[in-house]
């Protein structure tokens, strides 16, 4: 099993500029997270998904991020436009229901806003 | 509000030594608690969870509700253990709040 895939696995943009991210979770897990990672810290939920619904978004800076999860499958997180304090490491991450608190982590995409 | 602390940025102990990595809480109810490993060049993974009360990697920690602890022990450091640790904290249906991590060095 491939586990929860990522990509791009790395981002350089100039700020101001859209930047997209993409997540496929594994197979049969029902609910999905986007999670913003900043150097030094641990990983902060930016939205949380079961099935297609967002069931939390109240980190996510609605301003200029959005995510969506059509199908109930795969994701995609967008930025537009990107700020120099958006450079970070972005995780997606899946779980079998939402009561199953163990998580699966993608390798993550770091993003670059210069 | 739920907060995981994680005093210690670094810590480096030779091989063979004792480990404990120290986890403090706040959290009004009852918590789930977790600890996740991140080892180099791989994605973050699951080590244990106070619930299931098992050793894995020879790591065990207990839930300390007076102390609001959950700290992660392991009697003789070993140089895979070299990596990064987040423990987080869920309470009930809310979301994981990770804390920033404490980085192992296990010296040979």
């Known amino acids: 099993e491939a586990g929860v895939v990522q990509s791009p696995r790395y981002k350089i943009i100039e700020k101001k500029q859209p930047v997209a991210f993409w997540c496929n979770p594994i197979?049969?897990?029902?609910?999905l997270y986007w999670y913003r990672q900043n150097l030094g810290q641990g990983p902060e939920l930016l939205i949380r998904?079961?099935?297609?619904?967002?069931?939390?978004d109240s980190q996510l800076p609605k301003d200029r991020f959005s995510a969506e999860r059509l199908k109930g499958v795969d994701s995609t997180l967008k930025i537009q436009p990107a700020e120099l304090g958006d450079s970070a490491v972005y995780l997606c991450?899946?779980?079998?229901?939402?009561?199953?608190?163990?998580?699966?982590f993608g390798p993550g995409t770091r993003l670059l806003v210069l | 509000a739920q907060r995981v602390t994680q005093p210690e940025k670094l810590l480096s102990v030779f091989k063979g030594a004792p480990v404990e990595l120290k986890c403090n809480y706040s959290?009004?109810?009852?918590?789930?608690l977790f600890w996740y490993v991140q080892y180099s060049r791989q994605r973050l993974q699951l080590l244990l969870r106070?619930?299931s009360r098992e050793s894995i990697k020879g790591f065990t920690a207990d839930l300390n509700k007076g102390e609001t602890s959950f700290h992660l022990k392991k009697p003789f450091a070993q140089e895979e253990d070299s990596a990064m640790y987040y423990c987080?904290?869920?309470?009930?249906?809310?979301?994981?709040?990770f804390g920033k991590g404490t980085r192992l060095s296990v010296i040979a």
């Open positions: 106070h619930i």
């Open positions: 197979s049969g897990h029902n609910t």
């Open positions: 991450a899946s779980s079998l229901m939402r009561v199953e608190k163990t998580q699966y």
């Open positions: 998904y079961e099935n297609e619904e967002a069931v939390d």
């Open positions: 987080a904290l869920s309470g009930g249906n809310t979301p994981l709040v």
């Open positions: 959290y009004s109810g009852s918590p789930e």
